[in-house]
T-cell receptor
Framework: DAKTTQPPSMDCAEGRAANLPCNHS???????VYWYRQIHSQGPQYIIH???NNETNEMASLIITEDRKSSTLILPHATLRDTAVYYC??????????FGAGTTVTVRA | ETGVTQTPRHLVMGMTNKKSLKCEQH?????MYWYKQSAKKPLELMFV???????ENNSVPSRFSPECPNSSHLFLHLHTLQPEDSALYLC??????????????FGPGTRLLVL
């Protein structure tokens, strides 16, 4: 699976959009981009995933660049409950889901 | 609520005890996973079951023994653990389409403390 690079931390104001970047310059054509988050001491929560096209669901939007070397997770209106560690994962559709250090997002009132 | 439940949520055990962690998924999935998350470390995949057969065992010590009696239930039997085994143990499930597991959904975890 390709390696990802994320900023270690970022702050966001409540009610504003949070844009979380992820670099995956070695991604191969059949690898998906997945995003999970983990609120302190809870299990990881699936957010969204995509292959080539941008994706949107009730939680977030995923924007993947045309060359697929980077992506951005957008939380449209951040709330205090969105404070968590966000993991960007590039993977094949196999059993392996490798979590890195992620980005610690702190939403401030 | 992800449809994956784990019991107990917290467990304290001595090194000579035997205990079991239980996971149940209500999503109709056919693959289940055990992960370990130690303090300040990334999640580590321990075991994978697909269609009730173990398909991965990532060099986990034999003091951890998984059991998957059916596609909805997964157990992790623990015996003679060490203090360094203290961690958050997470269960996940997914729908295996034959190409490998798809999106994995996690339970809340069992926080284990070994004294």
């Amino acid at each position: 699976d390709a390696k990802t690079t994320q900023p270690p931390s970022m702050d966001c104001a409540e009610g504003r959009a949070a844009n979380l970047p992820c670099n995956h310059s070695t991604i191969s054509g059949n690898e998906y981009v997945y995003w999970y988050r983990q609120i302190h001491s809870q299990g990881p929560q699936y957010i969204i995933h995509g292959l080539k096209n941008n994706e949107t669901n009730e939680m977030a939007s995923l924007i993947i660049t045309e060359d697929r070397k980077s992506s951005t997770l957008i939380l449209p209106h951040a709330t205090l409950r969105d404070t968590a560690v966000y993991y960007c994962i590039v993977r094949l559709l196999n059993y392996k889901l490798s979590f890195g250090a992620g980005t610690t997002v702190t939403v401030r009132a | 609520e992800t449809g994956v439940t784990q019991t107990p949520r917290h467990l304290v055990m001595g090194m000579t005890n035997k205990k079991s962690l239980k996971c149940e998924q209500h999503l109709g999935h056919n693959a289940m996973y055990w992960y370990k998350q130690s303090a300040k470390k990334p999640l580590e995949l321990m075991f994978v079951y697909s269609l009730e057969e173990r398909v991965e065992n990532n060099s986990v010590p034999s003091r951890f023994s998984p059991e998957c009696p059916n596609s909805s239930h997964l157990f992790l039997h623990l015996h003679t653990l060490q203090p360094e085994d203290s961690a958050l143990y997470l269960c996940a499930s997914s729908q295996d389409t034959g190409k490998g597991g798809e999106t994995q959904y996690f339970g809340p975890g069992t926080r284990l403390l070994v004294l």
